[in-house]
């Protein structure tokens, strides 16, 4: 069992720049696991933003925020971090924060662990 809290979120011009942190605790080792942030707006399903490998040596992006945001995280901490720069009213969503053991489910949006969520919200 995992439990993932994010923090971070808030409001923020467009332009400007965010970082949500995702802090992981349970009995398995942080490092066994795939992380990754989904974010999903009003009415619209769950999107997957990015996601690491346990390493840190694989990323992937969704082509909406390649260039601005930058998934990283850091095992001794047991958290990783999205750091949002650039940012446009379209990114407005509440951002959760995943893991899973399997970093493909976890791309494909199959994670077996969710965080509760933070709302991220840019104004025009």
């Known amino acids: 069992q995992v439990q993932l809290v994010e923090s971070g979120g808030g409001l923020v011009q467009a332009g400007g720049s965010l970082r949500l942190s995702c802090a992981a605790s349970g009995r398995r080792s942080f490092s066994r696991y795939a992380m990754g942030w989904f974010r999903q707006a009003p009415g619209n399903e769950r999107d997957f933003v990015a996601a690491i490998a346990w390493s840190g040596g694989n990323t992937d992006y969704a082509d909406s925020v390649k260039g601005r945001f930058t998934i990283s995280r850091d095992n001794a901490k047991n958290t990783v971090y999205l750091q949002m720069n650039s940012l446009k009213p379209e990114d407005t969503a509440v951002y959760y924060c995943?893991?899973?053991?399997?970093?493909?489910?976890?791309?494909?949006?199959?994670?077996?662990?969710w965080g509760q969520g933070t709302q991220v919200t840019v104004s025009s």
């Open positions: 995943a893991a899973d053991a399997g970093y493909m489910l976890l791309v494909h949006g199959r994670p077996d662990y």
